[in-house]
């Protein structure tokens, strides 16, 4: 149990657009869900912490207006990328927590960005 | 500031020969500590939650540890198949906000020679 997907696996656009990551929790609900940022050979930094029907937390120096998340079901929260630079491709990474499962958190697969 | 540092950041060992990694946290108010291992290019797999000193937790080949301001994942035995990047992370008791994630090191890598 406990299983974390996301959608896309991997993505490439073009500088200017936006993207947008789906992270669902496939087998248990989860009122909050996090989204982390990895950079090559760097940990996982996170971004904002995500709560269904609220707006998000987001970690200081995370630009809320461009990185957009909605939280708007018990197993769904999806970030966008909005007007996506060079300097926003990285591996992005959504975390879920069980309500039943005390402070652990379930990793998604990841999503790797690369804008052109 | 809550940090977590882990040593060694590379390890190289022969299968069968038995190490352990540590992990360093300095957290206000140890809420949780968390081992995932990562493969490359994927995401963090879950393996340990410890949530107070002198916990012990078992899985296989790993044995995860904690005291006040460590802990240590003792691998036995290792087989090349557990090479990996192991994670470690720290969760501090929540301060209202909003804000809940983990803390995360710069994790150990590990290689198992056959």
């Known amino acids: 149990g406990a299983v974390v997907s996301q959608h896309p696996s991997r993505v490439i656009c073009k500088s200017g657009t936006s993207v947008k990551i789906e992270c669902r929790s496939l087998?248990?609900?989860?009122?909050?869900m996090f989204w982390y940022r990895q950079f090559p050979k760097k940990s996982l930094m996170l971004m904002a912490t995500s709560n269904e029907g609220s707006k998000a937390t987001y970690e200081q120096g995370v630009e809320k207006d461009k990185f957009l998340i909605n939280h708007a079901s018990l197993t769904l929260s999806t970030l966008t990328v909005t007007s996506a630079h060079p300097e926003d491709s990285s591996f992005y990474i959504c975390s879920a927590r069980p309500w039943d499962r005390g402070e652990t958190q379930y990793f998604g697969p990841g999503t790797r960005l690369l804008v052109l | 500031e809550d940090q977590v540092t882990q040593s060694p950041e590379a390890l190289r060992l022969q299968e069968g020969e038995s190490s352990s990694l540590n992990c360093s946290y300095t957290v206000s108010g140890l809420r949780g500590l968390f081992w995932y291992r990562q493969d490359p290019g994927k995401g963090p797999e879950f393996l340990f939650t410890?949530?107070?000193a002198g916990e012990e937790k078992e899985k296989e080949r790993l044995k995860a540890t904690l005291t006040k301001k460590e802990s240590f994942l003792h691998i036995t035995a290792p087989k090349p198949e557990d090479s990996a990047t192991y994670l470690c992370a720290v969760q501090a008791r929540y301060s209202g906000g909003g804000a809940d994630g983990l803390t995360f090191g710069k994790g150990t890598h590990l290689i198992i020679q056959p």
């Open positions: 410890l949530y107070s």
């Open positions: 087998d248990f609900q989860a009122t909050t």
